[in-house]
């Protein structure tokens, strides 16, 4: 018996508590047979469809940050646009050096494209919003900020405070009630006595 070598590669970048929901049946391969058995995930899902949802996870991003598929196939290393348009249908399979290419050039994690495990949608707070760019800078900050928080997390660094909570009624606080919040919260953030320049 083999599985296929994609997504046994898949499998070993899946982190384990997925390995549980995703548990894949054996597909059978007999040397004169190129047919190969149905293969269903646990969860109901064959091949095929997994597929569709990698393809529509990649275009959705791909979307998102604005990029065509002309200029996501040259970042990913394809030699024609249309791969890119096969996978985001569906069509075609992805090698797993491919779908880790793909992830990293969409800023994403492979565990996402393939399980849909995603945090949180993460806002980026501007000071100016750059209108036309925001996308393509927000894409790999994020990025940056997920693979921080795994480190500390490996490292088992834990911050050492939480944010201090503040409780205001809108409808009820003065203005003065508002200066000594913010003058508690700098204080127990360390912020200093002056704001960072712009």
């Known amino acids: 018996m083999l599985i296929v070598a994609v997504v046994e590669s898949w499998w070993k970048l899946l982190p384990p508590r997925h390995k549980s929901v995703l548990s894949m049946q054996q597909r059978e391969y007999s040397p004169g047979n190129s047919e190969v058995h149905e293969t269903k995930l646990r969860w109901g899902c064959d091949m095929e469809e997994l597929q569709k949802i990698i393809g529509s996870r990649i275009r959705s991003l791909r979307k998102k940050l604005g ?95 939480d944010l201090p909570i503040v409780e205001l009624n809108p409808e009820t606080a003065s203005y003065g009630d508002a200066m000594l919040a913010a003058r508690d919260v700098a204080k127990a953030l360390d912020l200093g006595g002056r704001p960072a320049a712009a």
């Open 67 to 161: 990029i065509t598929q002309r200029a996501f196939a040259e970042q990913v290393g394809f030699s024609a646009h249309q791969i890119v348009s096969e996978i985001e249908r569906g069509g075609r399979d992805v090698k797993a050096w491919e779908l880790v290419k793909i992830a990293d050039a969409l800023h994403t994690e492979v565990r996402y494209l393939i399980a849909g495990d995603e945090p949180a949608l993460a806002h980026v707070l501007w000071r100016d919003y750059p209108e036309e760019s925001a996308p393509e800078i927000e894409g790999p900050f994020l990025k940056h900020c997920r693979q921080y928080h795994g480190l500390e997390s490996l490292l088992g660094i834990t911050p050492k405070r």
